[in-house]
T-cell receptor, first 113, second 114 residues
């Protein structure tokens, strides 16, 4: 039962343009969301988080948007850089489950120079 | 600060053999997680420890997988006997405690079963 879904396995974007990665979830009890970035042969690296009390969180070139009614979150990267080429995972958790996360299947982003 | 350390990085064994993975979390992190990531999928939680106690092992195939964190610091995950479907990357992660916060991951152990 996949509670967190990333329906786009891959995305290609031109350098300098915006990258938008999407994530949907089914469990309305999720209240904390993360995005991770993963390079080949390395572990996932935390990128940005958002709590369900917010609908937007920014950190430099990265912005995460949360639409609770649609059970949808997105990660915007502006401007995209070649070093952003990686696999991006979204993850969701419930406050009462002790920081346990459900992960999506990932989206492979390629930024073309 | 030093990150999560895992070893070995790679392991190749034949089916029905046993294998063990080791993880040392970030210093001071009470919560430790083991994940299995099969190719093309996201990480799936196998077991979660808080200090030396198990918080959740509902997804751990207990007939062949075992894990321990005896002194509440480093941890080992064992598979005995291995099956072909156990081929995956095994990731260890840690966090300060059980409150909502990012988990910090090691680089994982890539296991191949022949």
């Amino acid at each position: 039962d996949q509670q967190v879904k990333q329906n786009s396995p891959s995305l290609s974007v031109q350098e300098g343009r915006i990258s938008i990665l999407n994530c949907d979830y089914t469990n309305s009890m999720f209240d904390y969301f993360l995005w991770y970035k993963k390079y080949p042969a390395e572990g996932p690296t935390f990128l940005i988080s958002i709590s369900s009390i917010k609908d937007k969180n920014e950190d430099g070139r990265f912005t995460v948007f949360l639409n609770k009614s649609a059970k949808h979150l997105s990660l915007h990267i502006v401007p995209s850089q070649p070093g952003d080429s990686a696999v991006y995972f979204c993850a969701a958790s419930r406050r009462d489950t002790g920081n346990q996360f459900y992960f999506g299947t990932g989206t492979s982003l390629t930024v073309i120079p | 600060e030093a990150g999560v350390a895992q070893s070995p990085r790679y392991k190749i064994i034949e089916k029905r053999q046993s294998v063990a993975f080791w993880c040392n979390p970030i210093s001071g992190h009470a919560t430790l997680y083991w994940y299995q990531q099969i190719l093309g999928q996201g990480p799936k939680l196998l077991i979660q420890f808080q200090n030396n106690g198990v918080v959740d092992d509902s997804q751990l195939p207990k007939d062949r997988f075992s894990a321990e964190r005896l002194k509440g610091v480093d941890s080992t995950l064992k598979i005995q006997p291995a099956k072909l479907e156990d081929s995956a990357v095994y990731l260890c992660a840690s966090s300060l405690d059980l409150s909502n916060q990012p988990q910090h991951f090691g680089d994982g152990t890539r296991l191949s079963i022949l």
